[in-house]
């Protein structure tokens, strides 16, 4: 934080310092967009002109961040398919992980070809009585998938 904000805090014009400390955030988080886009290592942005890139990765920077994602991570596991954004299997993971939760995965095949047809998460949640990580049942004490 910069000395600015810290001066206008103690002031108690929290509010002007935290418009402040956004307007820094933005800047900060604009020429990290630029870098990345100029960089051509982000297959996101490849086919995309300079601005277009510019503005995707700002746009995926700034959605990582209202997600808690730091905007490196949000490069490579912040996507745009169709207009929406998505986010990868690896960065969900990462956070169920991170709140508690683990899982087991149950594989389902088809009979005839044996390929895989479906694939479910059994989500287990952290019990401290217990120390381990449990089922996560729903109200009836079937387990949520």
């Known amino acids: 934080m910069n000395v600015r904000v810290q001066v206008l805090r103690r002031l108690g014009v929290d509010q002007i310092a935290e ?5 820094q955030r933005f800047e900060y988080e604009y020429r990290l967009a630029q870098t990345f886009a100029r960089s051509g290592e982000f297959d996101n942005l490849n086919g995309k002109t300079g601005d ?14 209202y997600w808690g994602v730091n905007p490196s991570d949000s490069m490579v596991h ?17 956070k169920l992980q991170a709140a508690g939760w683990e899982w ?6 088809d009979a005839r070809t044996h390929r895989v047809t479906r694939c479910d998460l059994l989500l287990k949640k952290w019990d401290e009585k217990l120390r381990k990580h449990v089922p996560f049942t729903d109200m009836e004490g079937a387990q949520v998938v």
């Open 19 to 23: 418009t402040v400390a956004e307007g």
């Open 104 to 109: 087991d995965v149950k594989w389902s095949k």
């Open 78 to 94: 912040i996507r745009f398919e169709k207009g929406k954004p998505c986010v990868s299997n690896e960065l969900i993971a990462a």
């Open 52 to 65: 277009q890139a510019v503005y995707t990765a700002m746009s995926v920077i700034q959605i990582g961040r």
